[in-house]
C-alpha cells in the first residue's frame, strides 16, 4: 500500500509557472514509472506527465516542452514544473503509478491549480 500527497498548486497568471510535488508514503522505485495526471469537473482524467526510476521521462503532447517531471528518489518525492501555463491547464493535478494494476487504490486528494487572469 501506498499514499500519495500532492502540493504545491494555486492561483498564477497565463504565462506564470507553479512546481507541484508529490510525496509518497514509501519507496515508489521499481518496475512501475512515477506519473502526473490531471483532471476538469466533469472531464475524465488525462495523463500528463511520466518518469521511471532511472530517469526517462515523457510527456502529453498537451505540455510537452512546458512542463518538466522529475524525482527525488532518496525523499521518495516527485515535481512537476509547470512553465507557460495557460488557461486550458487549470485542473486538480494528482500523481500515482503509471500501469500499476492497484492504481485505483492510489489516488489522492490531489492538488488545485487556477491559471487565471
Known amino acids: 500500500q501506498v499514499q500519495f500527497v500532492e502540493s504545491g498548486g494555486g492561483l498564477v497568471q497565463p504565462g506564470g509557472s507553479l512546481r507541484l510535488s508529490c510525496a509518497a508514503s514509501r519507496n515508489t522505485r521499481g518496475i512501475y514509472a512515477m506519473g502526473w495526471y490531471r483532471q476538469a469537473p466533469g472531464k475524465q482524467r488525462e495523463w500528463v506527465a511520466l518518469i521511471y526510476t532511472g530517469g526517462t521521462t515523457d510527456y502529453a503532447d498537451s505540455v510537452k516542452g512546458r512542463f518538466t517531471i522529475s524525482r527525488d528518489n532518496a525523499k521518495n518525492t516527485v515535481y512537476l514544473q509547470m512553465n507557460s501555463l495557460q488557461p486550458e491547464d487549470t485542473d486538480v493535478y494528482f500523481c500515482?503509478?503509471?500501469?500499476?494494476?492497484?492504481?485505483?487504490?492510489?489516488w489522492g486528494q490531489g492538488t488545485q491549480d487556477i491559471v487565471s487572469s
Open positions: 500515482n503509478f503509471v500501469g500499476h494494476p492497484k492504481q485505483k487504490n492510489f
